[in-house]
């Protein structure tokens, strides 16, 4: 299976695919508005104001599995993010990136791309994965990873064709 052939909910509820996203760079992030790491909105909102028109898309989804630090749901999370991070790229409907109930997206994700030591599970809010224009996982990214810090690697692959 593709990741363009796994269905997602919009933060309204509505099903769709990640096929929109073919062709385009993906950065997909696991969020919480009450995480310590919650600044780093706004640099992946700044990501998504500067690459979103050379083929970027970053895609948020929030998650409660840690600490309980998103407990807000569909479009009062999303409002929240706006206004307090400016958010204005994608923020889809509260999934599990972990455990039993892991969403197939985050099963996906962590196959392609385990962490330290070959550990598959998401240990915090704000892990990021680089999806290419292919739909291959690239690289898996800590929290501790700033979008500041990742942002010559995503360059780097909006420029191969």
Do not use: W
């Given at each position: 299976m593709s990741l363009y052939?796994?269905?997602?909910?919009?933060?309204?509820g509505d099903s769709?695919?990640?096929?929109?996203?073919?062709?385009?760079?993906?950065?997909?992030?696991?969020?919480?508005?009450?995480?310590?790491?919650a600044p780093q909105f706004k640099g992946l909102q700044r990501l998504h104001e500067t690459y979103s028109d050379h083929g970027l898309a970053v895609l948020g989804f929030p998650s409660n599995q840690f600490?309980?630090?998103?407990?807000?749901?569909g479009e009062s999370l999303a409002e929240h993010?706006?206004?307090?991070?400016?958010?204005?790229?994608?923020?889809?409907?509260?999934i599990d990136v972990k455990g039993s109930g892991i969403h197939p997206l985050y099963k996906q994700l962590t196959k392609a791309a385990p962490g330290f030591f070959g550990l598959k599970s998401i240990k915090w809010n704000f892990t990021k994965f680089l999806v290419d224009r292919n739909g291959k996982v690239v690289k898996r990214f800590s929290p501790t990873d700033t979008p500041e810090k990742i942002?010559?690697?995503?360059?780097?692959?909006?420029?191969?064709?």
């Open positions: 052939d796994i269905q997602v909910k919009s933060n309204r769709m695919d990640l096929s929109e996203y073919e062709g385009k760079v993906m950065l997909i992030v696991n969020t919480a508005s009450k995480c310590g790491f600490a309980n630090q998103e407990p807000l749901e993010c706006q206004i307090n991070h400016g958010v204005t790229f994608p923020l889809y409907a509260k942002e010559g690697q995503i360059r780097k692959l909006l420029q191969q064709r």
